[in-house]
């Protein structure tokens, strides 16, 4: 991407295209393509795991392939990675599909999630380890989490990637922010595209997951967020 793509009327996708390194940007599109894979494959694209607003599904299920990979190219992952503490992945016991799904589908959809976590997990964990301010960006990962995908032992790691909580799509809570990217992708229009980026990573809950410190004192009041206007109308809340 050149320097003149980065330099979109969004600040804030300009300011994230230039802190993730191209490797990272061509590691991430690809996990968000393997994403889209499952989210529109017809035995898949029922599960948590994977599962995208219907209208989405069906925008994107006749989109040119040209625009999934445009929709695949946003600079943050398209799912969310869940890393339990020890706690919460004890109780587990070892199943990894809904009672509801039996027999060949079963050991599909257990296949097909086992071997996403994995490549989700190796990405992830690559990054923290090398450039934790980028797993940051691109999966939203705060120093605790951090910390438990580092210590993760192969087995570990293994065993993780089909636990029921790993993945989930993101932007749950705003349903309509999937129809904006679907929209920006098959359009095609960079100045379009680049708005869609740019709102994504503003909607996402920021350190959210991580818990404030023992005697961290009051939490200090958030700033307003400037709203600038998307072309055509709407609006990103930053």
């Given amino acids: 991407m050149s ?25 991430i599109a690809d996990l968000n393509r393997l994403f889209l894979d499952r989210a529109l494959d017809p035995g898949l694209r029922d599960d948590a795991w994977f599962q995208l607003p219907a209208a989405t599904v069906g925008r994107l299920s006749v989109a040119t392939a040209e625009a999934l ?38 050991d599909i959809l257990s296949e097909s999630r086992r071997s ?11 990054l923290a380890e090398g450039a934790p301010l ?7 990962f705060g120093q605790a989490i951090e910390s438990r995908l580092t210590a993760l032992s ?14 989930q799509p993101r932007w749950h809570a705003h349903p309509r922010y999937w129809h904006l990217l679907a929209d920006a992708a098959a359009g095609g229009c960079s100045e379009q595209l680049h708005w869609a980026y740019a709102a994504g990573f503003c909607l996402l809950p920021h350190c959210e997951r ?4 023992a005697g961290a004192g009051p939490k200090r009041p958030q700033r307003a967020l400037h709203r600038r206007p998307l072309p055509g109308g709407g609006d990103i809340p930053c």
């Fill in 154 to 167: 192969p087995s570990a790691a293994y065993r993780l990637a089909a636990w029921p909580g790993l993945v």
């Fill in 116 to 126: 996403f976590g994995l490549v989700a997990l190796g990405v992830a964990r690559r």
């Fill in 210 to 213: 991580e818990p404030p410190a």
């Fill in 69 to 106: 990979e445009r929709a695949a190219g946003s600079p943050i992952c398209l799912f969310e990675l869940t890393i339990p503490g020890v706690d919460e992945l004890a109780p587990w016991g070892g199943g990894s599909v809904n009672d509801a799904v039996a027999g060949a589908a079963a």
């Fill in 3 to 27: 320097s003149k793509d980065l330099s979109s009327p969004a600040g804030v996708h300009a300011h994230v295209g230039n802190l993730l390194h191209p490797g990272v940007r061509r590691d």
């Fill in 134 to 140: 980028t797993s940051r960006i691109a999966f939203g």
